[in-house]
DNA sequence: CGCATATCTTGACAATGTAAAGATGTGCGG
DNA sequence: CCGCACATCTTTACATTGTCAAGATATGCG
């Protein structure tokens, strides 16, 4: 059932293809067409599984998010205690993309930033990895007995995340990696201040 | 000279128009064509003027990043000491992004981030915002007497920057506006601690 | 078995980037 | 003033790409 005419799991196949492509020649050698060549199929062959272009695009995007919540998880989980996973995941949040930068200009880049659960969502309440950092951020308050107003825990996970991210952002530039390594005590510094 | 077969200034008039294309429908809506077309000429005079599509983009990234070091200068020289400039800068980081949204991604989220000065440089040699934030840090440390190794000089100024940027980043990301609005109030305790 | 449907192919079209060849104006040396 | 080199712009052409429509092919269900 996997040959001739029809493919078998077209669908999965065509987001690995993207994903392969997006490593090998970043998100601009992304084409419908190559893909579906890819694949071997044909180039409209995609349409039966994608509305869109941008829906395949979603589709990689999602699963890409997918990989990269499991290494925060992971990460967290590795930890003795919510302090310890805070400061795992701000280290795997930047490891992650530094290790495949084309990945953040993927994710982070383009329009739709995160249409990983609906795009309609918004980015702050539906994004997982998100989500993960407030519930993490909860129990490092109750770990460590702090009472805090609403309005300055939203202040205090905004903090944690865009130091994460902007830290990931100036590592994934071009032609930072020479001047500045990113070893694990370096972002570790950074973020924990 | 400036009617029939000769523009005049095409070089700046298609810098314009694709700023002007790029605040109307983003980076995806730029096409040479059309910025051709915008400055009444054939799709193949801006050839003349740049190499490549990229060429083009670049000269406009070039344009945007002087209008965003200007206002980043304008929010230096406005305060009465280094301190306050760290802050005023980091106020006019999110706030230049948060006003206009697009000019981030465009600035940021392609390939070659930052081609102002030259590609092959590096970012934090080159990029004259950063430079700003470099010799106003080394101002602030004189004016508060403190003495740092560079070491530690060096992350402090990644963490000034990378907060300011990932908080920038994470304002620009559509659907956040809503649920946490950006006012000065919020940025500034954001980026103080 | 036969039919509805999902899946895939083929062919076509418009938009786009780009290259080549030629047209047109500008300015400079004579 | 003339003519010529050069910059600028147009026209034409072509490959790539996203998308659509029409048709072919297989799959599963009654």
């Not at 065509?14 to 044909?42: M, P, T, Y």
């Not at 994004?127 to 993490?136: A, E, H, I, V």
């Not at 300055?152 to 001047?179: F, K, N, Y």
């Amino acid at each position: 059932m996997s040959d001739g005419y029809h493919h078998g799991n077209l669908r999965q196949a065509l987001i690995d293809a993207g994903i392969k492509i997006i490593n090998e020649s970043g998100e601009d050698g992304l084409s419908l067409r190559k893909v579906a060549a890819a694949c071997g199929v044909s180039h409209a062959a995609p349409y039966a599984h994608f509305k869109d272009k941008e829906e395949l695009v979603e589709a990689i995007k999602a699963s890409v998010n997918e990989q990269f919540m499991e290494e925060l998880e992971q990460a967290a989980a590795g930890a003795k205690n919510a302090e310890g996973a805070l400061i795992n995941m701000g280290r795997s949040y930047v490891t992650f993309f530094v290790r495949n930068p084309d990945y953040f200009r993927f994710l982070f880049g383009s329009q739709n930033i995160i249409a990983h659960p609906r795009p309609d969502k918004r980015f702050k309440e539906d994004y997982p990895p998100f989500t993960l950092l407030k519930d993490t951020y909860q129990k490092y308050l109750k770990e460590k007995k702090l009472k805090k107003k609403k309005e300055e825990q939203e202040l205090d996970v905004i903090r944690l995340w865009s130091s994460a991210h902007g830290l990931a952002a100036i590592a994934c530039m071009p032609g930072v990696e020479t001047s500045f390594d990113w070893e694990e005590k370096k972002i570790w510094a950074v973020l924990l201040r």
